[in-house]
T-cell receptor, first 114, second 110 residues
Framework: DSGVTQTPKHLITATGQRVTLRCSPR?????VYWYQQSLDQGLQFLIQ???????AKGNILERFSAQQFPDLHSELNLSSLELGDSALYFC?????????????FGPGTRLLVL | EDQVTQSPEALRLQEGESSSLNCSYT??????LFWYRQDPGKGPEFLFT???AGEEKEKERLKATLTKKESFLHITAPKPEDSATYLC???????????FGGGTRLMVKP
């Protein structure tokens, strides 16, 4: 158990819909990262937050957005969902967000768009 | 372009048959190389972090090593419970994101 929690575990929805994925980092960690894992793309970095502020952005679609709240939990919002958005979404956390830090991953949310 | 490549894509071993997994990188300014283990449908589980060439780390049957261009994950006398996908990831100077390789799917038969 990494100490990172994610809800829900599974999500089934339809194209065009909007969903919210939630992540709570390990106790004491200030930085949260979101990754997408699909069969053809592997694990891809989406976005990083540090202490409530966006710090780094990867190949995140404009339909996707995220935020980190004062209690440090984070939410990833996915809108206008397409079939290709079906994937595992992971949240990771680290202490301060530096590049040399180990990132600890949560159990993931499996999203299926029908 | 910074890239991380893992080989082989899949590896079948008999229980007790030692082997190595490779992770090669073309990353400018490596800040850290990370090994993770991932079971099907689960999140990546942290194994090791390596920072500089020549560094080695060990944990039970696993040993990770790092050179200037690649890292190896050596598995000594593997057991069926070592079956999983092993992921290598690099962090480079430009940011804090991890760039992952495609993984090696390891299957250990009893």
């Amino acid at each position: 158990d990494s100490g990172v929690t994610q809800t829900p575990k599974h999500l089934i929805t339809a194209t065009g819909q909007r969903v919210t994925l939630r992540c709570s980092p390990r106790s004491g960690d200030l930085s949260v990262y979101w990754y997408q894992q699909s069969l053809d793309q592997g694990l891809q970095f989406l976005i990083q937050y540090y202490n409530g502020e966006e710090r780094a952005k990867g190949n995140i679609l404009e339909r996707f957005s995220a935020q980190q709240f004062p209690d440090l939990h984070s939410e990833l919002n996915l809108s206008s969902l397409e079939l290709g958005d079906s994937a595992l979404y992971f949240c990771a956390s680290s202490v301060a967000g530096g590049g040399e830090e180990t990132q600890y991953f949560g159990p993931g949310t499996r999203l299926l768009v029908l | 372009e910074d890239q991380v490549t893992q080989s082989p894509e899949a590896l079948r071993l008999q229980e007790g048959e030692s082997s190595s997994l490779n992770c090669s990188y073309t990353v400018s300014g490596l800040r850290g190389l990370f090994w993770y283990r991932q079971d099907p449908g689960k999140g990546p589980e942290f194994l090791f972090t390596l920072y500089s060439a020549g560094e080695e780390k060990e944990k039970e049957r696993l040993k990770a090593t790092l050179t200037k261009k690649e890292s190896f994950l050596h598995i000594t006398a593997p057991k069926p419970e070592d079956s999983a996908t092993y992921l290598c990831a690099c962090n480079f100077n430009a940011g804090n994101m991890l760039t992952f390789g495609g993984g090696t799917r390891l299957m250990v038969k009893p």
